[in-house]
């Protein structure tokens, strides 16, 4: 049930039209809760049928404006039920995980390549997260808002180290098991 909470906050943040949320959910909050399109297209729907959202009135009707949406008190009212509900962490679900634990069965062909390229690919998520904390948050920026996306932004840089380390590991450790040994 998360991606309506998710998108109540963004357009708490800043009311916008689904393109603008799409576009906004690129570059923010899809980071760590991703979502389609059609997905957010689809659940702008069902927040406005739940009476959580609404069009904002277009000031010149027209064929095929983009509809802008806001929150109502009953979605900000809805998300803070919702943010203030406990809730248990998910358990980790990782396919290279099972994948590596599939290859002391089977054999490690193939997978010692797509670890480098995981690491790769983790390498590049870390540098633009820092670089977007070196670009948005500059010291002395500390509103208490700023300090809770930077928290946020916090907790992705510490995930891609943590993956980045642990990948070099795994990458290293193969690096030193002898061919086909594993099976």
Known sequence: MSLPHAILTALLEKPSSGLELTRRF?????????????QIYR???????????????????????????EVLPAGRAELARWTGASQDPKPL??????RLR?????????????LRR??????????EYQ???RRDFPPGKDTP??????????????LETFWTQWLTRA???LAVLPEGDTA
């Open 171 to 173: 990458v290293d450790e």
């Open 26 to 38: 690129d570059k923010s909050i899809g980071y760590f809760w991703s979502a389609t399109h059609q």
């Open 118 to 127: 995981h690491l790769e690919l983790h390498r590049r998520q870390l540098a």
């Open 43 to 69: 659940e702008l729907g069902k927040l406005e049928a739940e009476g959580y959202i609404r069009t904002l009135p277009a000031e010149q009707p027209a064929r095929g404006q983009k509809k802008s949406y």
């Open 131 to 133: 670089e977007i904390e």
């Open 145 to 158: 808002q700023g300090r809770l996306h930077h928290l946020v932004l916090q907790a992705g840089i510490d």
């Open 102 to 114: 599939a290859a002391a069965v089977v054999g490690t062909a193939g997978i010692e390549a797509d």
């Open 93 to 98: 679900r990782d396919v290279m995980l099972l």
